[in-house]
């Protein structure tokens, strides 16, 4: 199998101009370019990372946004830090602080990630999170559940999910109206790490029931929580996929999380972000409308991720 050459965002016009070439060994990048690369790449990432230090340094944490450095555990400053991804040649890299030689290795003037310095729980977590996607991709997706999860998660006031928001947001309805709305229908939530945050009185509204084993049997690309869980997926192959596609995947999660919580019982329009009322026809369709278009835009993701974890495990 041929290596899978990630991609590097650059435009047509960064084609036509990059002092860079390749051999049968992939992309050769000069010095010039990759650090061009990766400037680029930092000051992206911390258009979000700096303003997370600040608040988490005041202790006013931002409750939509904050939540893919804290639930994802995704340092900052592993954020920013630029990785070209396997199959990716450096000129003039000299390996330390962020070529690491726990990965990388310098041949013929150059610095390259290497697949033999791998260690077995690495590749391990790799073949689960590829055979995840595989199977993730194979599976129909199924639309309907409406973003029900956080509705459980505060069902009878319970203090342990609503500590969560509650020093930023408060809920939409009273807590006898949105313990109301929970009851009125079968809950359809698919994820498990969605469910175990579930109100131990609202476990059994659910449909399903997912546990810990059964992801490679329950998963599937309709759902947000699913394919939100794509940065958390890239995060966990780095650097081997490259910071493009991490990049990707974290700018995914982004709207996928604003969604999550527009359609959560909480009041978010102190953030800037209207209500999607669910508990009404026309938040459902709404709702629905935005999964699917979401649940489309990571299929490429997916794809991509799956490329790339093939070509690194083949």
């Known amino acids: 199998m041929k290596t899978e050459i990630p991609d590097l965002g650059l435009s047509h016009a960064d ?51 904050d939540f893919l450095f804290i639930y994802y555990r995704n340092k900052p400053s592993h954020l920013e830090a630029w990785h070209p991804g ?23 003037g150059c610095t390259l990630l290497d697949r033999s310095r791998m260690k077995e729980t690495t590749r391990h977590r790799l073949e689960m999170a590829l055979l995840l996607c595989q199977n993730v991709s194979a599976r129909p997706a199924t639309f309907g559940c409406f973003g029900m999860h956080e509705w459980a998660m505060v069902y009878q006031g319970d203090t342990e999910s609503e500590v969560r928001h509650a020093e930023r947001l408060p809920l939409r309805l009273s807590q006898d109206a949105t313990d109301a709305f929970v009851r009125s229908r079968p809950i359809q939530c698919s994820h498990f790490d969605a469910f175990r945050f579930f109100s131990p009185d609202a476990i059994g509204f659910n449909r399903n029931q997912p546990g810990k084993d059964t992801r490679l049997d329950n998963e599937q690309c309709g759902c947000l929580h699913t394919n939100m869980d794509l940065y958390k997926l890239a995060t966990q192959c780095m650097p081997w996929v490259g910071s493009e596609l991490l990049w990707k995947c974290f700018e995914y999660a982004l709207t996928a999380r604003q969604l999550d919580m527009q359609a959560s ?19 459902k369709l709404e709702y629905e409308r935005q999964q699917r278009a979401l649940s489309e835009a990571a299929k490429p993701l997916r794809e991509e991720l799956i490329r790339r974890l093939e070509s690194l495990l083949a």
């Open 15 to 65: 084609c036509q101009n990059t002092p860079s070439h390749s051999t049968s060994g992939g992309i050769i990048l000069s010095s010039k370019k990759w650090k061009q690369l990766a400037t680029k790449h930092r000051e992206r990432a911390e258009h979000w990372t700096m303003p997370y230090r600040k608040r988490r340094a005041s202790g006013q944490m931002h409750p939509i946004y």
């Open 86 to 108: 396997h199959g990716v040649r450096l000129e003039e890299a000299a390996l330390g602080e962020t070529f690491k030689e726990a990965y990388y290795r310098l041949e013929n």
């Open 265 to 283: 019982p909480y009041d978010c329009t102190s953030l800037g972000f209207e209500p999607i009322k669910v508990e009404t026809s026309a938040g």
